[in-house]
């Protein structure tokens, strides 16, 4: 599947940004997705994993009831919206496709097709 992020740009501390993945190629709803972040100097991270029809979501501690994730299938598109944004939150952000059905949302080497990256800079 070829993904599209958008929806980066440049926002003060505490302010909101909303993300979005736009999926082609494939069937979306076969795919489990997720958001991933890398920061200057910083490996890739998991953000926030969502299963394929939208019903479990998962969230990286430092993220946790500040972002949320969804997706909308008819529209093949994924979202996050990212409030309480911090400078730490300063990173590229991926979103993923993974075909797994294992357990763990987490590992990056879960995930098959990758966006090209969106940058979130967030201003102290």
């Known amino acids: 599947v070829q993904l599209q992020a958008s929806g980066g740009g440049l926002v003060q501390a505490g302010g909101s940004l909303r993300l979005s993945c736009a999926a082609s190629?494939?069937?979306?709803?076969?795919?489990?997705m997720g958001w991933f972040r890398q920061g200057p100097g910083s490996e890739r991270e998991f953000v926030a994993g969502i299963s394929r029809s939208g019903s479990r979501m998962l969230y990286a501690d430092s993220v946790k009831g500040r972002f949320t994730i969804g997706r909308d299938n008819t529209k093949s598109t994924l979202y996050l919206q990212m409030t309480g944004l911090k400078p730490e939150d300063t990173a590229v952000y991926y979103c993923?496709?993974?075909?797994?059905?294992?357990?763990?949302?987490?590992?990056?080497?879960?995930?098959?097709?990758w966006g090209q990256g969106t940058l979130v800079t967030v201003s102290s």
């Open positions: 190629g494939r069937t979306f709803n076969g795919y489990r």
């Open positions: 993923a496709a993974s075909k797994s059905y294992n357990s763990d949302y987490v590992p990056a080497r879960d995930y098959d097709d």
